[in-house]
């Protein structure tokens, strides 16, 4: 992995993080805090062209924008900033493999970001799943021990 790619992962997490706590924190509201993050980068961007390189400056904004879709998640569904920044990586993750075939077709950030998300609200499930498969040992370890005796 490079450090443009390496960035974009890191601006993935923020953007998400931050378009969070705009929304939730801040009470912005989700699509004023996914456009106010989205257009601060694309004005940095615009900005400063020669700052960063020719992939940063095409990718970047669409990086950005997309992993703020994921900051819009309602508090009631997921509200641990870890997990939302893991989410923002996850969509970068997913933009990289698949941003050539979403190529002029709309909904390819949200849909990505949707993906990203659902793939972070699993981790409770499967944790919990792990938990009950420990228990249910247990409980058979146990059953089978009072059979022996």
Do not use: K
């Given at each position: 992995m490079d450090i443009e790619q390496f960035i974009l992962f890191l601006v993935g997490g923020i953007s998400a993080m931050v378009t969070?706590?705009?929304h939730v924190d801040l009470k912005q509201?989700?699509?004023?805090?996914?456009a106010l993050v989205g257009?601060?980068?694309?004005?940095?961007?615009?900005?400063?062209?020669?700052?960063?390189s020719a992939y940063l400056t095409k990718n970047l904004p669409l990086v950005c924008f997309g992993a703020s879709f994921i900051g819009m998640v309602s508090s009631k569904v997921l509200s641990n900033y870890f997990l939302i920044g893991f989410s923002g990586v996850v969509f970068t993750i997913i933009f990289f493999n698949t941003s050539r075939y979403f190529n002029g077709f709309g909904g390819g950030l949200g849909s990505a970001a949707c993906i990203a998300l659902l793939v972070s609200l699993s981790f409770p499930v499967l944790r919990k799943q792990r938990r009950l498969r420990k228990r249910g040992l247990q409980i058979k370890r146990k059953m089978n021990s009072k059979r022996e005796k």
């Open positions: 969070f706590f705009l509201g989700p699509v004023r805090a996914s257009v601060l980068f694309g004005v940095f961007v615009l900005w400063f062209p020669d700052l960063l």
